[in-house]
């Protein structure tokens, strides 16, 4: 696992960096456990798309101006957050590299 660390906001509230450190830490217990990782994954898209479809949806501003002004906010503090998901190419790619390397080392073993 990287030492990347969750993209946070600039400052955000200690609630939600307790949150996101409780995150961090259970990604990395789940570390060498790849269904594990998966179903952490899939739990952060769900909650990111409830509290989206509701209750961001229902705080949205009722006004063009505060609409534009949110707008302006979104951009400036660095975009819609957006869950990215891996790419199946990607997942391919690196199974072909696994096997790729699985036989350099099983074509070496039976030289030597």
């Known amino acids: ?6 993209t946070q906001p600039e400052n955000p509230s200690e609630d939600l960096r307790v ?5 961090q830490q259970a990604a990395q217990r789940r570390q ?3 269904i594990a990782l998966l179903a952490l994954l899939r739990l952060l898209e769900g909650l990111h798309q409830d509290i989206r479809e509701t ?4 705080a949205l501003p009722n ?7 949110l707008l302006r906010d979104i ?3 660095g975009g819609w957050p957006y ?13 072909e590299a696994l096997e790729e390397i699985q036989e350099q080392s099983t074509n070496h073993t039976s030289v030597d």
Request: net charge positive; with cysteine.
């Open 32 to 34: 060498e456990d790849c």
């Open 1 to 6: 696992m990287s030492d990347r660390k969750l």
């Open 63 to 69: 006004n063009r101006q505060k609409l534009y002004s």
């Open 55 to 58: 209750l961001f949806s229902e």
């Open 83 to 95: 869950i990215q998901r891996m790419k199946l190419r990607s997942l391919y790619q690196q199974m």
């Open 19 to 23: 949150l996101a450190q409780q995150v």
């Open 75 to 77: 951009e400036g503090s």
